[in-house]
T-cell receptor, first 111, second 114 residues
Framework: DGGITQSPKYLFRKEGQNVTLSCEQN?????MYWYRQDPGQGLRLIYY???????QKGDIAEGYSVSREKKESFPLTVTSAQKNPTAFYLC??????????FGNGTRLTVT | AQSVTQPDIHITVSEGASLELRCNYS??????LFWYVQSPGQGLQLLLK??????LVQGIKGFEAEFKRSQSSFNLRKPSVHWSDAAEYFC????????????FGQGTELSVKP
């Protein structure tokens, strides 16, 4: 089955540690996105990539980094510079001129 | 400023009753509008989208939405709600058909009473 796989589903880290969230898609979509979801705030765009080896900042990129070395993969690193990293992170992808397909998310808790 | 407002944080309806979820947007360009649904702890699933043409759009699971440009609204409706419709619903607006760089509303949580 084609889809978007985010792993792990739950992730726990200590404050001050960097952590990388995985996102893999086998839909052959060109574009991939990372959104952050907080209760009562909807989704906010962190980073997006429309082609391999290229990506752009979204609305809340500070404290995050990404890479896009392969079409299928778009990992997100939450760095120690992110002041409030605890959140639900959603990866999405889309072909050109089509709506988003979402993964099932990773819930990150930093203590 | 570009924004999407869903005025109702939480709505409870009885099973079999009709449903309307409100969405208002502020957007400088021609909007592309979406409704997504999210079950707890899951990703979002597209219910329907509006790009142009007929202002009443049909989606999956028996949902429909009506685009009203004069009111900057894109309300979601369903004639008869099922218990399985309980979820969180998000309205979103984007600049183009690609739909990736979306602005989302805060979401409306729907509860269904038996």
């Amino acid at each position: 089955d084609g889809g978007i796989t985010q792993s792990p589903k739950y992730l726990f880290r200590k404050e001050g540690q960097n952590v990388t969230l995985s996102c893999e898609q086998n839909l052959n979509h060109d574009a991939m996105y990372w959104y952050r979801q907080d209760p009562g705030q909807g989704l906010r765009l962190i980073y997006y990539s429309q082609i391999v080896n290229d990506f752009q900042k979204g609305d809340i990129a500070e404290g995050y980094s990404v890479s896009r070395e392969k079409k299928e993969s778009f990992p997100l690193t939450v760095t120690s510079a992110q002041k409030n990293p605890t959140a639900f992170y959603l990866c999405a992808s889309s072909p050109v001129d089509s709506p988003l397909h979402f993964g099932n998310g990773t819930r990150l808790t930093v203590t | 400023a570009q924004s999407v407002t869903q005025p109702d944080i939480h709505i409870t309806v009885s099973e079999g009753a009709s449903l309307e979820l409100r969405c208002n947007y502020s957007y400088g360009a021609t909007p592309y509008l979406f409704w997504y649904v999210q079950s707890p702890g899951q990703g979002l699933q597209l219910l329907l989208k509006y790009f142009s043409g007929d202002t009443l759009v049909q989606g999956i699971k028996g949902f429909e939405a009506e685009f009203k440009r004069s009111q900057s609204s894109f309300n979601l409706r369903k004639p008869s709600v099922h218990w399985s419709d309980a979820a969180e619903y998000f309205c979103a607006v984007g600049a183009d058909n690609q739909g990736g760089k979306l602005i989302f509303g805060q979401g409306t949580e729907l509860s269904v009473k038996p």
